[in-house]
């Protein structure tokens, strides 16, 4: 963990985050995915009129990983547009913990930049996944 450039990885949220499409929050949100290759996936929010079918920048992000042939978290980060910290939501949580254990660290920044580390575990404590369910 204590090699991971997170700096850079809230950068590469930061710069992706100008390519959300969110015109009805108006919360524009970027994530970053570090992979165990060094590889890094992005993606942002893409909202929609009807708006359940809108997508988080986390999910974006982790279809753009899977498209890319990486399985794996080593980090994440993700970046709002408010002046909290922006943390993953539920459903978020929940998708990145199928691709990286509770001790994943996940960069949570606000909108200028400021960040603190937390891990998927901070953020989904006691989390249901993949080994809960018997061999196929
Ligand atoms: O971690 C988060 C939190 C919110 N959003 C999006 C969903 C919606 O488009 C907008 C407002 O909730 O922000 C994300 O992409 N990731
Ligand atoms: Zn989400």
Redesign the pocket.
């Known amino acids: 963990m204590s090699n991971i450039d997170f700096d850079a990885l809230v950068a590469a949220a930061k710069a992706i985050r100008d390519r959300a499409y969110a015109p009805y929050s108006n919360y524009h949100v970027g994530a970053a995915l570090l992979t165990p290759s060094g590889q890094v996936f992005v993606g942002a929010n893409v909202e929609n009129a009807a708006y359940p079918q809108g997508a988080?920048a986390?999910?974006c992000a982790i279809g753009t990983m899977i498209a890319g042939g990486e399985r794996r978290l080593t980090a994440v980060a993700v970046i709002g547009s408010g002046p909290d910290l922006c943390t993953?939501?539920g459903?978020?949580r929940q998708r990145l913990f199928e691709f990286g254990d509770a001790s994943v660290p996940v960069a949570i920044a606000a909108a200028d930049g400021r960040y603190e580390v937390v891990t998927i575990g901070d953020l989904l404590p006691r989390a249901f996944g993949p080994n809960h369910l018997p061999d196929a």
């Open positions: 988080c986390e999910t993953p939501c459903g978020c």
